[in-house]
């Protein structure tokens, strides 16, 4: 038996793609007095003179960097209240809704928002976007008996966020779920066909890949504000050279933007084809009543 695949899924990013800025920078660094130059030189280095993953080697600098009793993952919440985004968020996550038709609604058509980030989950869990996603994934740490952070519990590279891709499409949000368990593909909640991805460059090229190859979506979004231009540098050679994505629009995720635009009619397509091929399957099963005779 097959399930309802009637839910849209749209995917972002966090970093330079919801907001301008990286969040350690913007509330963390800041609050227990690390200076970003000095913080990410050191990152590198650890990448390129000792071989770390780069997601690793931030979270072992920032150990490093955090006083002596550093914050506990409450700690990180609270700082997150104070993450700044693009444009049009949050209010954006609510307007999308009006997308969708009475005849979408009468379905069970809907809109669910993820973020999957290589950040700091706990950062995103204490800002305003946390009551308009279905979850968030990011990294995590393991807290010692005072509850201050230790050690990182959980992280996501680049290429290890294709996995959630995944989740999401199974409907397995539980962590303890094995994602790798086989799933005939009409007992997946949410298709790749019902999803969108939005990223900003090539961190993003492996969740890019997945969405291309199994029928999904994609939008690089870059700065406008950007003088020197290489945020949309980046975007423009994964679409014009790399051939990872269709389209590219500025982060302005206001009514009437470019963003929107592109956005709210993959949505309205997505859920036209989910109304349309319901409809088709309730006249398949139609059985004519025998005629009078």
Not at 111 to 139: N, Q, R
Not at 146 to 154: A, L, N, S, Y
Not at 172 to 197: E, G, K, W
Request: glycine share 6%.
């Amino acid at each position: 038996m097959s399930v309802p695949q009637n839910t849209i899924a749209v995917v972002y990013d966090y970093d330079q793609t919801l907001s301008p800025t990286y969040m350690q920078d913007e509330v963390l660094f800041p609050a227990y007095g690390i200076d970003p130059a000095h913080f990410w030189k050191k990152s590198q280095q650890l990448v390129r003179e000792d071989g770390w993953e780069s997601e690793l080697a931030y979270l072992k600098t920032l150990l490093d960097s955090l006083p002596m009793d550093p914050p506990t993952n409450e700690d990180l919440v609270r700082l997150g209240a104070n993450l700044k985004f693009y444009p049009g968020l949050p209010e954006m996550f609510t307007e999308l809704n009006g997308l969708l038709s009475d005849a979408h609604h009468a379905i069970g058509i809907r809109i669910e928002h993820y973020i999957l980030s290589s950040g700091m989950k706990a950062l995103i869990d204490g800002s305003a976007l946390k009551p308009f996603v279905k979850e968030i994934f990011g990294c995590e740490f393991a807290t010692d008996s005072k509850g201050r952070i230790t050690f990182p519990k959980r992280v996501i590279s680049h290429t290890q966020k294709t996995q959630y891709l995944f989740r999401i499409n199974k409907g397995l949000l539980d962590l303890s779920q094995d994602v790798n368990d086989h799933m005939p593909a009409d007992l997946r909640p949410v298709p790749f066909t019902n999803m969108i991805y939005v990223g900003d460059g090539p961190t993003d090229v492996p969740c890019f890949t997945v969405m291309k190859q199994f029928g999904g979506q994609s939008i690089a979004v870059y700065n406008p504000n950007d003088p020197t231009l290489s945020s949309f540098r980046k975007c423009y050679q994964l679409s014009a050279h790399a051939n990872r994505i269709k389209h590219i629009a500025p982060s302005d995720y206001r009514g009437g933007s470019h963003l929107r635009l592109i956005l709210d009619e993959m949505i309205r397509e997505i859920a036209e084809r989910i109304l349309r091929t319901r409809r088709e399957e309730i006249e398949d099963s139609r059985v004519a009543a025998p005629g009078h005779t």
